[in-house]
């Protein structure tokens, strides 16, 4: 069975940081991971970071030379280092893999930037 789970997400103070995990199984493999995507509360869900090719990566401006992406294809995982976080980091993190079009999503970790 094709699935994503993200982990890595908790509770942290501004300034800090934190290392998500995507882990991909079944017929998904990481380098069909293409990215990270957020949703604030009360917002619509949002692009973070991707891979652009399988060596370049791209950032949303409002995290770039915060936040760096990259995977294990070993161990079939894709991680968002996220540092400095700042309160408009909170959200919920999801990564995304399309496998023959077809887009598939993990559950999501639950990031909280509170001092």
């Known amino acids: 069975q094709a699935q994503l789970v993200e982990s890595g997400g908790g509770l942290v103070q501004p300034g800090g940081s934190l290392r998500l995990s995507c882990q991909a199984s079944?017929?998904?493999?990481?380098?069909?991971?293409t990215g990270w995507y957020r949703q604030a509360p009360g917002k619509q869900r949002e692009w973070v970071a991707g891979f652009m090719t399988s060596t370049t990566t791209n950032y949303a401006d409002s995290v770039k030379g915060r936040f760096t992406i990259s995977r294990d294809n070993v161990k079939n995982t894709v991680y968002l280092q996220m540092n400095s976080l700042k309160f408009e980091d909170t959200g919920v993190y999801y990564c995304?893999?399309?496998?023959?079009?077809?887009?598939?999503w993990g559950q999501g970790t639950q990031v909280t930037v509170s001092s």
């Open positions: 995304k893999a399309v496998v023959s079009m077809t887009a598939y």
């Open positions: 079944g017929s998904i493999f990481s380098h069909y991971v």
